[in-house]
Every structure is written in structure tokens, then in C-alpha cells.
């Protein structure tokens, strides 16, 4: 048998899988070695190069399933909402609050939030979900004076954006934003319920106020990569003296 026989297999289950919704179960790899007419190892290394290539997700004790991945993109231009960014990208978002404390704020946050050490903040822990599946998690600091009941507002709105925008009369825009991809710390493999080894989008941001360019809230996020693939759409300000079209 040839060498390369798992990978024309992947290649003809992707062909296969490409229309099928996320979550439909793969067949085992009982199922496609007998299909197939090869051996486990064989089987098995088609499942695997389909997971590598992220197009199925293997669940421990479960199965193998077809997976979806959205793009999820950060821009001047787009509100930076969980929930909207997740529904443009047509999933349905979901978030889970996990924990919320007043804490003082360290010298870094702070100096971030253009506050003083010290000042008072939300720390707000919550879980992320793209179509049921959990696929973030995020720790936020949200200066208590920009909305003081916060938690019972976050109880009543998933998105916390809206919250701000209702509540705290202000206009979030993101103003800052990094991203890398990398193996997450034991915390968030913990808080995730992933493998050790499984690569994750860690996206630290901050967000101001459109009208006044006060601080909001700072964040980091721990995404999974075979849920998400960031996007990042940045655009530089038009310098006044030089035409739009020599600018792009």
C-alpha cells in the first residue's frame, strides 16, 4: 500500500465534508478502515491530517466531528463586541460570566485606562461560546465609574458593548489591539478544557471612548485556533496633505 494512501483518503472525506454543518459526526476509524479497505494506522492518520488541517474537531470519548471555523475580524471600524463580530460571521455567539470583583487597578492596567494605580475596577471573567462550542476565554478591566452596577448589567445584556454604549453613554472603539498565536498557560488550558498542546489565539485589547478617547476597558483573550481565525483590518489615519489613493 502506498505511503500516501491516508492522504488521498483525507483528501476525497474533505471533499465529502465540505458541505456537511459543523457538529455532524465523522465516521470512526473502524468505519474507514473498513470502508477504505486499510489498516487503523492508516485511518487514523487521515483523521489526523483532517484535524490538522482544522476541518474536524476529535472529542475525547466522543467521536470525531466536522468543524466550523468563523473569521473573526478586528478593525477600527467594527465595534469590538463578541456578539456582533460572531453574528456577522453568521454563528451564533453566546457568553457565560464566570466571576466579577472590584479590585484596584495595577500601574500597567492603569497606565493602559489612563487612570491612576489604584483605581477601582471591574474584573470581569467570562467564557465565549460560537455555536455552543466554547471557544473563548476572557478577563476584562472596566473602571467601576464608567458603569457601577456592571455585573447586573451584564446579567441582563450578553454583550457588553451594548451595556457600555446603554449604561455608560460612551461609544467603544477599539483603540489597541495584539495578537498572537500561542500555547495557552495551564489557567486557560484549565478554563478552555483543551489539550496542553492545542495552539490558541491569545488577543490582548483596549477600548476607548469614539468622543472623548477615555479608557474602557482592557482585555485578554484565549481563543481557540480550530474555532477562530482572527482577522486583522487595520487602516491608517489620511495624513491631510497626501490623497486618499496614494495612501492605501
Not at 455585573?151 to 451595556?163: I, N, Q, T, Y
Not at 488550558?189 to 477615555?214: H, K, Y
Request: proline share 6%.
Amino acid at each position: 500500500m502506498s505511503s500516501t494512501r491516508y492522504l488521498e483518503i483525507a483528501e476525497q472525506l474533505a471533499a465529502e465534508l465540505a458541505g456537511r454543518p459543523a457538529g455532524t459526526r465523522v465516521a470512526s476509524e473502524p468505519e474507514l478502515a473498513q470502508r477504505f479497505g486499510v489498516g487503523r494506522a492508516a485511518a487514523r492518520s487521515a483523521l489526523q491530517e483532517l484535524e490538522r488541517r482544522l476541518l474536524v474537531r476529535r472529542v475525547q470519548g466522543a467521536g470525531t466531528f466536522v468543524n466550523r471555523r468563523i473569521d473573526y475580524v478586528i478593525s477600527h471600524s467594527r465595534p469590538p463586541s463578541w456578539s456582533a463580530t460572531v453574528q456577522a460571521a453568521g454563528a451564533v455567539p453566546r457568553s457565560v460570566i464566570k466571576d466579577v470583583d472590584r479590585l484596584p487597578l495595577s500601574a500597567g492596567f492603569a497606565a493602559q485606562l489612563r487612570r491612576e494605580p489604584g483605581t477601582l475596577a471591574h474584573r470581569v471573567a467570562r467564557e465565549f461560546y460560537i455555536d455552543d462550542l466554547l471557544a473563548t476565554w476572557i478577563q476584562e478591566w472596566i473602571p467601576v465609574d464608567v458603569v457601577p452596577e456592571l455585573e447586573l448589567a451584564l446579567h441582563a445584556a450578553d454583550s457588553l458593548d451594548l451595556v457600555l454604549r446603554q449604561m455608560g453613554r460612551v461609544k467603544p472603539v477599539r483603540a489597541w489591539c495584539r495578537a498572537s498565536l500561542d500555547v495557552p498557560p495551564p489557567e486557560v488550558v484549565r478554563n478552555l478544557r483543551i489539550e496542553a498542546s492545542a495552539p490558541t489565539w491569545q488577543v490582548e485589547s483596549l477600548s476607548c471612548d469614539a468622543e472623548t478617547g477615555a479608557g474602557l476597558t482592557c482585555s485578554t483573550a484565549w481563543t481557540r485556533a480550530d474555532a477562530v481565525r482572527m482577522v486583522v483590518e487595520l487602516q491608517e489615519t489620511l495624513h491631510p496633505d497626501q490623497p486618499e489613493e496614494e495612501q492605501r
